[in-house]
């Protein structure tokens, strides 16, 4: 992982999947990202959508909640990460979640989630974490068997979420 402030100049280039199942928290994203001179920013309100529009188009950054019905983020991510999807198997993602981090942190860290920020989020930590994360470039290689990932959301527990 190196830096490359270069690609900060061409942010207007960058390609962003927001997945989550709050149409206000796609909308507080949203408006984040465009302020910033993000200017492709697909959204999808579960994993299952998310795999779809994957499929036709290629994004730069993956930013998903957790906890989501049909197909978590996590779950989502282990796709992508294991090749059941088009999208690049090394494909940088941001976890924003309203669990805490030692809830899903060694699930997310099992299948390289880049960033967590956990929910209600303040948008300068955002932008900060998703600044840093557009500026690196990824050569890893990923050798390592994400299907072997055991993915446990129901175990994962927030008051009255489900």
């Known amino acids: ?18 997945v989550d199942d709050d ?7 949203e408006k ?5 001179g993000l200017k492709t920013i697909l959204q999808a309100g579960d ?8 499929e036709g188009t290629a994004v730069d950054l ?12 996590l779950s989502l991510l282990k796709k992508i ?3 059941q999807s088009s999208a690049v198997a090394s494909l940088p993602c941001i976890a924003v979640s309203s669990l805490g981090e030692e809830a899903t942190l060694p699930t997310a860290l ?22 840093i994360t557009l500026s690196e470039t990824f050569s890893e290689s990923l050798d390592h068997l994400y299907s072997d990932v055991p993915i ?6 927030l008051g009255g979420h489900d």
Do not use: N, W
């Open 23 to 29: 149409p206000f928290i796609l909308g507080v994203l």
């Open 152 to 157: 446990e959301v129901d175990r994962f527990q």
């Open 62 to 73: 993956l930013i998903t909640d957790i906890l989501m019905p049909k197909l978590d983020g």
């Open 110 to 131: 099992a299948l390289d989630v880049i960033r967590f920020v956990q929910k209600p989020f303040k948008a300068l930590i955002l932008i900060k974490r998703l600044l």
């Open 32 to 36: 984040l990202l465009g302020l910033l």
């Open 47 to 54: 994993g299952e959508q998310a795999l779809m529009l994957l």
């Open 81 to 83: 990460r294991s090749g």
């Open 1 to 18: 992982m190196a830096i490359d402030f270069e690609s900060l100049d061409s942010l207007d280039r960058k390609r962003i999947l927001l």
